[in-house]
């Protein structure tokens, strides 16, 4: 019998979120030959895993598996719960803790990999932001390379170099869609100095660059959930984290740059992407010297700590960016 298993890191203040995604586990039509393994890696989570898990069974031929740690973020949570399941498991999904999955989720995974298929992905909505990513502006970039294809419908067989650049701009594989076969990338782990932007677009662009064929499934879609959100929750210029999602950024861009495993056309995206993230840092690191100079002060000393380049191109931009402030020119949003 075959495993495939699915890494949920749990980090929630609300009561009742772990529980709903694990019923969407439960709903699950496994194809026959196949068992599936939940690890929840509970992240040392305000609501502990133990109390929702509390009374909650799943059926056979599913399983479950706890671990609990300190908080270390989700991207070391991930790792955990890889390390776990990569021993026993044929193919790996990821779900987190406030994501749903529909009923067939995993069977169309498991049939896309059983036809040779080694990374399989769907659409996703959350509520409040978008009823489709593929098909809003959010992932404009993937929605052209799918209508350029044969295959509109079912399961599309999309270009591995043209995912890559697609995964770098704009990101179409949320974590929660994503179930691929172990055999491509065992060793395989998530950056753990990334907590609040990146660790998914660095190890995800690994993925798809070691995957010989990519499916997406243009029939499926998985429902996002609204629990705590570093990312989404800290969008806002003034919000606690958003300069350290900045830093981040820049880090995770800086690291592609320096790859192996991208295309050199996709390099030079990436190369492109440094340039306008560094641009922006510099803009929201002058306002926050200004408006929150310890957060300021903190971020940059990180930004040293960890990459003491990123942060020379970043002051050495400052100039640039006061003279285009006072020339009323906007800051740039992304590389075109």
Same mark, same amino acid.
């Given at each position: 019998?075959?495993?495939?298993?699915?890494?949920?890191?749990?980090?929630?203040?609300?009561?009742?979120?772990?529980?709903?995604?694990?019923?969407?586990?439960?709903?699950?039509?496994?194809?026959?030959?196949?068992?599936?393994?939940?690890?929840?890696?509970?992240?040392?989570?305000?609501?502990?895993?133990?109390?929702?898990?509390?009374?909650?069974?799943?059926?056979?031929?599913?399983?479950?598996?706890?671990?609990?740690?300190?908080?270390?973020?989700?991207?070391?949570?991930?790792?955990?719960?890889?390390?776990?399941?990569?021993?026993?498991?044929?193919?790996?999904?990821?779900?987190?803790?406030?994501?749903?999955?529909?009923?067939?989720?995993?069977?169309?995974?498991?049939?896309?990999?059983?036809?040779?298929?080694?990374?399989?992905?769907?659409?996703?909505?959350?509520?409040?932001?978008?009823?489709?990513?593929?098909? !809003?502006?959010?992932?404009?970039?993937?929605?052209?390379?799918?209508?350029?294809?044969?295959?509109?419908?079912?399961?599309?067989?999309?270009?591995?170099?043209?995912?890559?650049?697609?995964?770098?701009?704009?990101?179409?594989?949320?974590?929660?869609?994503?179930?691929?076969?172990?055999?491509?990338?065992?060793?395989?782990?998530?950056?753990?100095?990334?907590? !609040?932007?990146?660790?998914?677009?660095?190890?995800?662009?690994?993925?798809?660059?070691?995957?010989?064929?990519?499916?997406?499934?243009?029939?499926?879609?998985?429902?996002?959930?609204?629990?705590?959100?570093?990312?989404?929750?800290?969008?806002?210029?003034?919000?606690?984290?958003?300069?350290?999602?900045?830093?981040?950024?820049?880090?995770?861009?800086?690291?592609?740059?320096?790859?192996?495993?991208?295309?050199?056309?996709?390099?030079?995206?990436?190369?492109?992407?440094?340039?306008?993230?560094?641009?922006?840092?510099?803009?929201?690191?002058?306002?926050?010297?200004?408006?929150?100079?310890?957060?300021?002060?903190?971020?940059?000393?990180?930004?040293?700590?960890?990459?003491?380049?990123?942060?020379?191109?970043?002051?050495?931009?400052?100039?640039?960016?006061?003279?285009?402030?006072?020339?009323?020119?906007?800051?740039?949003?992304?590389?075109?």
């Amino acid at each position: 019998m075959r495993t495939v298993s699915v890494v949920i890191p749990y980090y929630q203040s609300e009561a009742g979120v772990l529980g709903r995604a694990l019923r969407s586990v439960e709903a699950q039509d496994l194809p026959a030959d196949w068992r599936l393994l939940v690890v929840v890696v509970d992240d040392g989570s305000p609501v502990p895993a133990k109390r929702e898990l509390d009374g909650f069974e799943l059926t056979e031929p599913r399983y479950l598996k706890l671990v609990e740690q300190k908080n270390a973020g989700v991207g070391a949570a991930r790792n955990r719960g890889l390390d776990v399941a990569i021993p026993e498991s044929d193919a790996i999904a990821f779900l987190d803790s406030d994501d749903i999955w529909p009923a067939d989720h995993l069977r169309r995974a498991i049939e896309a990999l059983d036809a040779g298929f080694d990374f399989y992905f769907t659409d996703n909505s959350r509520a409040g932001s978008h009823d489709s990513y593929i098909w !809003s502006p959010y992932g404009a970039r993937t929605a052209k390379l799918i209508a350029q294809l044969s295959e509109k419908t079912g399961i599309i067989e999309l270009p591995r170099d043209d995912m890559v650049g697609c995964c770098l701009r704009e990101f179409p594989c949320q974590a929660s869609t994503i179930v691929y076969r172990k055999a491509v990338a065992p060793d395989l782990r998530f950056n753990t100095v990334l907590k !609040s932007s990146g660790e998914d677009v660095l190890f995800f662009t690994a993925l798809l660059a070691s995957a010989n064929r990519i499916a997406f499934d243009s029939d499926s879609i998985v429902v996002c959930g609204e629990g705590l959100n570093i990312y989404f929750g800290h969008l806002g210029w003034d919000a606690p984290r958003f300069l350290s999602i900045k830093v981040d950024q820049l880090l995770t861009y800086r690291t592609l740059s320096r790859s192996n495993f991208i295309s050199t056309n996709n390099k030079a995206l990436s190369d492109e992407l440094v340039r306008a993230l560094t641009d922006q840092l510099s803009y929201h690191l002058i306002r926050n010297m200004l408006k929150k100079p310890k957060n300021a002060a903190r971020e940059a000393w990180r930004l040293a700590r960890t990459d003491i380049g990123g942060l020379g191109a970043v002051l050495s931009a400052i100039p640039k960016t006061i003279i285009a402030k006072l020339q009323g020119k906007p800051i740039p949003v992304s590389a075109d």
